[in-house]
């Protein structure tokens, strides 16, 4: 549990002394509930930020090229060749494009708007993912102060049943306790807000590029092109 403890603070309390470190880690080894549930959404922080990490990105959600390299296929209606392009490929991009070469016979409408719809759909999904962060951002502050009225409460039963404030020690140290539950949970939230912004930018990145691609592959493809104006021949007068 010290080990544990230790690490949950060490990058954001750099500037302790060795021992006031030692102290701190004893203080967070018996901050009670309230650190341990800290702890858990520590490690929800860690693995949803790993997650996201290895998932969201270009290469799975809209990668560089796949488009242009569809295009000649499309043209000479090699579409055995592109579904199987297509199923290597395994991008939401890709699943939105499958979608389009399956359904390339249905008009601009129908082809625009289903389109739009898988690919909001596959970035929702992307979002939902994501969101556990806000809920650690959210959550965790409030468990370290919870932490911290309960360590107050307990510091000051403590006082009331002692020689009064005869020993500041005791008062000092259930204080301490107690403002280290709110450390644990600051400690834990920050960089939680911190990834949660950093991945919906990402998000909303990445969700303009395969829109752009999507757009242009639906209006090369599908959208009427207008007929050029027949030559109309003028006879002039002798």
Same mark, same amino acid.
């Given at each position: 549990?010290?080990?544990?403890?230790?690490?949950?603070?060490?990058? $954001?309390?750099?500037?302790?002394? $060795?021992?006031?470190?030692?102290?701190?880690?004893?203080?967070?080894?018996?901050?009670?509930?309230?650190?341990?549930?800290? #702890?858990?959404?520590?490690?929800?922080?860690?693995? %949803?930020?790993?997650?996201?990490?290895?998932?969201?990105?270009?290469?799975?959600?809209?990668?560089?090229?796949?488009?242009?390299?569809?295009?000649?296929?499309?043209?000479?209606?090699?579409?055995?060749?592109?579904?199987?392009? &297509?199923?290597?490929? @395994?991008?939401? #991009?890709?699943?939105? %494009?499958?979608?389009?070469?399956?359904?390339?016979?249905?008009?601009?409408?129908?082809? $625009? $708007?289903?389109?739009?719809?898988?690919?909001?759909?596959?970035?929702?999904?992307?979002?939902?993912?994501?969101?556990?962060?806000?809920?650690?951002?959210?959550?965790?502050?409030? %468990?370290?102060?919870?932490? +911290?009225?309960?360590?107050?409460?307990?510091?000051?039963?403590?006082?009331?049943?002692?020689?009064?404030?005869?020993?500041?020690?005791?008062?000092? @140290?259930?204080?301490?306790?107690?403002?280290?539950? +709110?450390?644990?949970? &600051? +400690?834990?939230?920050?960089?939680?807000?911190?990834?949660?912004?950093?991945?919906?930018?990402?998000?909303?990145? &990445?969700?303009?590029?395969?829109?752009?691609?999507?757009?242009?592959?639906?209006?090369?493809?599908?959208?009427?092109?207008?007929?050029?104006?027949?030559?109309?021949?003028?006879?002039?007068?002798?």
């Amino acid at each position: 549990m010290k080990r544990i403890a230790a690490a949950l603070l060490a990058a $954001s309390l750099p500037g302790l002394a $060795s021992a006031a470190e030692i102290n701190l880690v004893d203080q967070l080894a018996e901050g009670g509930a309230a650190v341990l549930v800290t #702890l858990g959404l520590s490690i929800l922080f860690l693995a %949803v930020t790993i997650e996201r990490f290895l998932h969201l990105r270009a290469r799975a959600v809209v990668p560089s090229g796949l488009v242009a390299r569809i295009e000649p296929l499309w043209t000479a209606h090699r579409f055995a060749e592109i579904d199987k392009l &297509l199923a290597e490929d @395994g991008s939401t #991009l890709a699943r939105v %494009v499958a979608w389009l070469v399956a359904h390339r016979h249905q008009p601009y409408e129908v082809v $625009s $708007s289903a389109a739009g719809d898988m690919a909001s759909m596959e970035l929702r999904q992307h979002q939902q993912k994501a969101y556990a962060l806000a809920i650690v951002a959210t959550v965790a502050p409030i %468990v370290g102060l919870l932490g +911290t009225v309960v360590g107050m409460i307990e510091a000051f039963h403590v006082i009331a049943y002692a020689e009064g404030m005869g020993n500041p020690a005791l008062l000092a @140290g259930g204080i301490s306790k107690a403002l280290v539950n +709110t450390a644990a949970g &600051l +400690t834990v939230a920050l960089p939680a807000l911190g990834m949660h912004h950093y991945f919906k930018h990402c998000l909303a990145t &990445l969700g303009l590029a395969l829109e752009r691609e999507i757009n242009a592959l639906i209006n090369q493809r599908f959208l009427p092109q207008p007929e050029a104006p027949a030559l109309r021949m003028v006879q002039h007068a002798h």
